[in-house]
Each structure stands twice: as structure tokens, then as C-alpha cells.
């Protein structure tokens, strides 16, 4: 199974800071990566897919990129709603697999 | 406007069965991929197992393999996951949640999600 490594696992920051989490994949997935918010005890989000397209109605301010095995997801400006849990997942293999997920904190 | 109504959950001794079901609407149920995603108490989230459109094709974790099984009725629009032989760590609020496509891909909509608790 291909396994999927976030880091940092949290993350203090401020409101306006630029914040970059990485997506480290074991095997390469091409750009079949999705990342998801999630905020305590809701649903998680979609945000972005296929490494780099933004759903429809999550603000710009989030972006990804990478290929093969290493992914960021980056937020330029960090907002107060954007303190959350956010993880990335591959969907590249029959055996799809999430990221342990990075926690988001205001710092 | 989607909707995935959860329903099913509960306490369930080990060794015991269950089944879930996904009420969808508000898109074309046939069209889409679906998906069972689970996150213990306090944890990250894990795929549990996929589904095609047509229903053809199904995807499961090796963690739940041989023990659940992934279903839809598209007369109903619903999905449905047969657990049996439930262990404890299974344990979970269980999301079901609506592929991008037909096949394999993120997922873009998700349930609110039905808890299981599999203890003694």
C-alpha cells in the first residue's frame, strides 16, 4: 500500500502568514492528490484535486502543486477561518490513502 | 443541492454485524463513484472502501477486507456497507461521500456521518 506522510503534524501561525504543508508520498501517485480541511466535528472539505485544481467556492488563497511523491498545499495569507486540521490524500491506487493529517493552530 | 443522509450506526458487540446506508440526492446517484471513509475518536481520517458508478467495480482497505461489503441500490439511491465480524477497532464515525466522477477520485461531498462502537 502506497503510505502518505504529512508534516509538519502542527502548525502555529499567525493570521496573514504564509503557511506551506508537505505530502510526502512512498511510491509516486503521478498528480492523483486531493487535500481536504477538516474542522472539529464537522465533514471534511474538499479543497484541492489532482494536485492543484481548486474546487469550485474554496478561496484562492489556497493553492497546491508537486508530482511523483512530494505535494504542498499552501495557504498565502492564513485567515481565522483557516485554523483547522487539513489532510492530504492519494487516490492514484486502487488502495486509496490519507495523510496523518496537520492541525493548524493559531499561534 | 447534494445530500448524503447517513443512518445505521450503533453499539454492536464484537463479532458482531452491521450495515450502514447512505441516503443520496440531489445528483445523479449512478454517475458517481461512492465511498466509505471512517476516523476513530480523535484521529485522522481512513479510507474504508469505494464503489463505482455502475456499481461494477469495488475497492476495499486491507484493514476491513473479507469483513465488509460496499453496495448501491440506484432505484434508491443509496449506498450501503455490510460490516461484519466487527472488531474494536473499528470503531468510528463512518462518512459516506460522494466521488468527482465515475470512478476513482477525490470526493467532493460528504455525510455527516454515523457512529459505530464495537465493544462488550
Known amino acids: 500500500d502506497i503510505q502518505m506522510t504529512q508534516s509538519p503534524s502542527t502548525l502555529s501561525a499567525s493570521v496573514g502568514d504564509r503557511v506551506t504543508i508537505t505530502c510526502r508520498a512512498s511510491q509516486s501517485i503521478s498528480s492523483w492528490l486531493a487535500w481536504y480541511q477538516q474542522k472539529p466535528g464537522k465533514a471534511p472539505k474538499l479543497l484541492i484535486y489532482k494536485t492543484s485544481s481548486l474546487e469550485s467556492g474554496v478561496p484562492s488563497r489556497f493553492s497546491g502543486s508537486g508530482s511523483g511523491t512530494e505535494f504542498t498545499l499552501t495557504i498565502s495569507s492564513l485567515q481565522p477561518d483557516d485554523f483547522a486540521t487539513y489532510y492530504c490524500?492519494?487516490?492514484?491506487?486502487?488502495?486509496?490513502?490519507f495523510g496523518q493529517g496537520t492541525k493548524v493552530e493559531i499561534k | 443541492e447534494v445530500q448524503l443522509l447517513e443512518s445505521g450506526g450503533g453499539l454492536v458487540q464484537p463479532g458482531g454485524s452491521l450495515r450502514l446506508s447512505c441516503a443520496a440526492s440531489?445528483?445523479?446517484?449512478?454517475?458517481?463513484?461512492m465511498s466509505w471513509v471512517r476516523q476513530a475518536p480523535g484521529k485522522g481520517l481512513e479510507w474504508v472502501s469505494t464503489i463505482s458508478g455502475s456499481g461494477g467495480t469495488t475497492y476495499y482497505a486491507d484493514s476491513v477486507k473479507g469483513r465488509f461489503t460496499i453496495s448501491r441500490d440506484t432505484s434508491k439511491n443509496t449506498l450501503y456497507l455490510q460490516m461484519n465480524s466487527l472488531r474494536a477497532e473499528d470503531t468510528a464515525l463512518y462518512y459516506c461521500?460522494?466521488?468527482?466522477?465515475?470512478?476513482?477520485?477525490?470526493?467532493?461531498?460528504w455525510g455527516q456521518g454515523t457512529l459505530v462502537t464495537v465493544s462488550s
Open positions: 461521500a460522494k466521488g468527482r466522477i465515475a470512478v476513482v477520485h477525490a470526493v467532493d461531498y
Open positions: 440531489g445528483f445523479t446517484f449512478s454517475s458517481y463513484a
Open positions: 490524500q492519494q487516490y492514484n491506487s486502487y488502495s486509496q490513502t
